[in-house]
């Protein structure tokens, strides 16, 4: 069975740092392309940052020189470090599974919160 697990949110003040973790089991991990995403109360959810299963890693303008993301093939791991954290970071971050070729084989977890604020 497919499971995504996210861990690692939690409440920050602006300018502080979180690393969000991802677990996957039940997939060919380097078959997928993984993602966070995230999504704030009334917005529409929003690619964050990618990786592809070759370690190409893409970013939205906003997170750009703040965040990073990383992938541990052993582990069937993901991360997200986030750095100078703002509070329009506050936002459900979700990780996501997407396969290299089939494209309706995609999962997601289901979610964990990041909260920034004094």
């Known amino acids: 069975q497919v499971q995504l697990v996210e861990s690692g949110g939690g409440l920050v003040q602006p300018g502080g740092s979180l690393r969000l973790s991802c677990a996957a089991s039940g997939i060919i991990f380097s078959f997928y392309d993984m993602d966070w995403y995230r999504q704030a109360p009334g917005n529409e959810r929003e690619l964050v940052a990618g990786?592809?299963?070759?370690?190409?890693?893409n970013y939205v303008d906003s997170v750009k020189g703040r965040f990073s993301i990383s992938r541990d093939s052993a582990k069937k791991m993901v991360y997200l470090q986030m750095n100078s954290l703002k509070p329009e970071d506050t936002a459900v971050y979700y990780c996501?599974?997407?396969?290299?070729?089939?494209?309706?084989?995609?999962?997601w977890g289901k979610g964990t919160l990041v909260t920034v604020s004094s």
């Open positions: 996501n599974a997407k396969h290299w070729r089939a494209y309706d084989m995609r999962y």
């Open positions: 990786i592809t299963r070759g370690g190409i890693t």
